[in-house]
């Protein structure tokens, strides 16, 4: 910090320390702690310059006060007008997000409902079929037990149409069937 004043010109020198003097005089006044002399001449210059006196308080003397008073006022209705906007408005944002969560919350449940509907549906097809199925693997077993029953020269599988073929590709043990 030093080496950066010691590299400022004699003119800036002297601006920062009558800077800091002022800064220092003004922190002392407003903390009420200047010479008894100084300070009333600190007050009286204060409430030339502004509309406060020493309190903080405005004065009505020079009839300024009342103009920042009204000015005050006019700015809390303002912010209290902007208050109540922006409360309505986050009012109708709330009820629009609870109106959007139960929309959101119905099409789950009827998407849930559909789901549920076409799952039972598939589970009923699935028993249907597999009845079909277990009938057809019983009707096969009867015609085979037929079949296995009546094949030979004139018999059972004949008569009812029923040929059984078998093709055989190599004699067991013969040279062609073997790898």
Do not use: C, H, N, Y
Not at 86 to 105: I, N, T
Not at 158 to 176: I, M
């Amino acid at each position: 910090m030093f080496g950066w004043i010691a590299g400022l010109s004699l003119a800036a020198k002297i601006s920062v320390g009558a800077t800091a003097a002022a800064v220092g005089v003004v922190g002392a006044g407003a903390a009420e702690v200047l010479p008894a002399p100084a300070q009333e001449v600190f007050d009286q210059v204060v409430t030339a310059v502004t509309p406060f006196d020493r309190s903080g308080e405005v004065r009505e003397e020079d009839g300024r006060g009342e103009e920042v008073r009204e000015v005050a006022e006019l700015e809390l209705e303002e912010a209290l007008k902007r208050a109540e906007e922006a409360r309505q408005a986050a009012a109708e944002k709330q009820e629009e997000a609870l109106k959007l969560a139960e929309e959101a919350r119905q099409a789950a449940a009827d998407t849930r409902d559909e789901a549920l509907k076409l799952a039972d549906e598939a589970r009923q097809s699935a028993e249907s079929k597999m009845e079909e199925a277990l009938k057809l693997a019983e009707d096969a077993r009867k015609i085979g037990a037929e079949i296995r029953g009546g094949v030979g020269v004139g018999g059972a599988g004949t008569e009812a149409g029923v040929e059984v073929g078998v093709e055989v590709r190599g004699e067991v043990g013969s040279e062609q069937g073997r790898p």
